[in-house]
């Protein structure tokens, strides 16, 4: 299956904020302090065996800072999503979160000069809701643009100390659908014990959830996280080109209206132990865009 050159062959979330917002517009990671469930004690303790002290936000920070990291990278850019990313962002009572989510979304407000805040994005556990939140994250869909991101990872049992199982996930995709409040999910890639036919489950059971978007994650062991120790000396991949190929596979198979947020991994050189490249993120898109155009083929080809 082929493409024309002005159809894209990846739902890009970058070309879909362009097309619906009209113009580019990039998120500010935001670090809000909270903590999660599988670190304080309440479903468990040093959180789920993949993830970093910094609960997978080390590039997180507040909005204006983020704003200074950024000025060098999209110099032109006015328009930004605040992104809550580190952590758990709806582990906390309701008028915290409230107080939170608004407060960044009015963050610009006497600082005009900065840009827009188009719309927010909250990143959480399946596990981390209440009749409460849903009724808030329906407040903020109805007066912004918004999605809600769920860290998933695998449909295939706990082996990644996750703290929940895949009804929790089910339940919640349940009652954000009923509510029309969009949600992107999470799966990691390359996870300890998990085949390729098993990642490929991951994919196929997420999309029929129908989601907003997916996030493939390359997995990274990183500095601080208990995979470590616990699988000292181990590597999803063997090398880009393997990673590259599996991705190409699976877009194949994700429906073309869902959106795709993410391919590979973010990690900081100096916490990352492997796979050794994974650093080099733009060779690695390019070389699934390469590896896409050399098939012929495009997001959904193969439904």
């Not at 062959?9 to 879909?16: A, E, L």
């Not at 590039?59 to 850019?77: C, H, I, S, Y």
């Not at 129908?210 to 120790?229: C, W, Y």
Request: some cysteine.
């Amino acid at each position: 299956m082929t493409k024309d050159k002005e159809t894209p062959r990846i739902n890009h979330i970058g070309h879909y904020l362009k097309t619906t917002l009209g113009s580019k517009t990039v998120k500010l990671s935001l670090d809000a302090g909270f903590t999660c469930p599988n670190r304080d004690g309440t479903c468990g303790t040093g959180g789920c065996i993949f993830c970093s002290p910094g609960g997978s936000g080390e590039l997180a920070g507040d909005v204006f800072r983020q704003l200074e990291l950024l000025a060098d990278k999209w110099p032109r850019v006015s328009d930004y999503l605040v992104y809550f990313q580190s952590h758990t962002n709806t582990y906390a009572p309701v008028d915290v979160l409230r107080e939170k989510y608004y407060g960044a979304l009015h963050a610009f407000e006497g600082h005009e000069e900065k840009g827009r805040i188009r719309g927010i994005v909250i990143a959480t556990r399946p596990d981390c809701f209440s009749p409460e939140i849903y009724d808030l994250l329906s407040e903020l869909n109805e007066k912004t643009f918004m999605w809600v991101e769920l860290g998933l990872q695998t449909i295939h049992g706990d082996h990644i100390n996750r703290g929940y199982d895949l009804p929790v996930y089910d339940e919640a995709i349940r009652q954000l659908r009923s509510r029309n409040i969009p949600f992107v999910t999470h799966l990691i890639m390359g996870l300890p014990g998990e085949t390729k036919k098993q990642m490929e489950e991951s994919v196929r059971y997420v999309c029929g959830g129908d989601p907003f978007g997916i996030k493939l994650h390359l997995l990274n062991i990183v500095r601080g996280s208990a995979m470590e120790t616990l699988y000292e000396g181990y590597t999803p991949f063997s090398s880009p080109e393997e990673y590259i190929s599996l991705i190409a596979d699976m877009l194949e198979i994700i429906p073309p209206h869902i959106t795709i947020h993410r391919l590979t991994g973010d990690v900081p050189r100096k916490l990352l132990i492997a796979p050794e490249w994974s650093y080099k993120k733009r060779t690695i898109l390019n070389g699934i865009e390469k590896e896409m155009r050399r098939r012929g083929s495009c997001q959904g080809c193969r439904l």
